[in-house]
């Protein structure tokens, strides 16, 4: 009998160390930090990178673009007035070159010969290397006007929305000017912060919910944590204090939407 009794005994302990364990388990699995930030988009501002007179503007704020869409378009006239002018440029130093060679062709044999002197033969060879450089120079000319001509067009460099439209069609601007403020659809970012007696809770890499107030909810990872607390702290603080301190926090969302805006106020849960 005494038997039987220990044996109940060490059953019912051992089945309620098991059931505390699961418990525990299970209560841990649903506890997760819950921080709070806000949507941080990239914004791209464009312009031309030449001066010029806009002709087109093909979008409104508002507008969705794609990557490679032309935005704007400056008067390309000059520039290919400029690009005719560097390629007959070349076209008239392509002759002198050939002209040049044959020369120095023909007087390096009579030299040989003895038929013209060093001096008139060391003069050709100097024309026909000035010809080369020349073409060199030229060569350059007519890449740099093609590039010029191809800079009076702005293309999207992302998939994005159009924020602000600075400038109207015959505006005539300096290079570097602002036309378009594009904000990037991706990357999506969540800004937020974390306190120091948590931060051991959090590693790069690590999966998080995002939800928003309005009921969204997408699926992100930690991809930076600030070596450094946001508020530098004193040479002399208490332990208090420094647990006061927070350290700023990059989640990337995976999959964004339009349902993301910039500085949304989203709540953030870790699953530890």
């Not at 464009?46 to 794609?66: C, P, T, W, Y």
């Not at 040989?112 to 060569?139: F, G, P, R, T, W």
């Not at 191809?150 to 460099?157: G, N, W």
Request: net charge positive.
């Amino acid at each position: 009998m005494k038997k039987i009794i220990i044996a109940v005994v060490l059953i019912i302990l051992i089945a309620g160390g098991v059931s505390f364990f699961f418990v525990r388990k299970a209560e841990n699995k649903k506890q997760a930090l819950t921080l709070y930030g806000n949507v941080d988009i990239r914004d791209v501002n464009l312009g031309f990178r030449v001066s010029g007179r806009i002709e087109k503007l093909n979008f409104e704020e508002g507008d969705r673009v794609k990557k490679g869409d032309i935005m704007a378009v400056l008067d390309k006239e000059p520039f290919e007035v400029d690009l005719a002018i560097a390629k007959a440029d070349m076209s008239k130093i392509k002759a002198k070159l050939a002209n040049a060679e044959i020369t120095y062709k023909r007087n390096a044999r009579l030299v040989e010969k003895n038929s013209v002197s060093q001096q008139v033969y060391d003069e050709s060879k100097y024309a026909l290397e000035q010809c080369l450089a020349e073409e060199v120079s030229a060569k350059g000319l007519i890449n740099k006007s093609e590039i010029k001509l191809k800079d009076t067009e702005i293309l999207a460099p992302n998939n994005g929305t159009v924020l602000t439209r600075v400038c109207e069609v015959g505006t005539i601007i300096e290079a570097g000017s602002i036309v378009y403020t594009l904000a990037l659809d991706n990357p999506v970012w969540i800004r937020t912060y974390v306190s120091e007696p948590d931060l051991g809770h959090i590693h790069p890499g690590q999966t998080v919910t995002v939800l928003t107030d309005s009921g969204g909810k997408y699926k992100g990872q930690v991809g930076f944590i600030s070596p450094q607390a946001e508020f530098t702290p004193k040479n002399v603080e208490t332990t208090q204090l420094r647990t006061d301190l927070v350290y700023r926090l990059r989640v990337i969302i995976n999959s964004p939407d339009n349902g993301l805006r910039q500085g949304m106020p989203v709540t953030v849960k870790v699953q530890e």
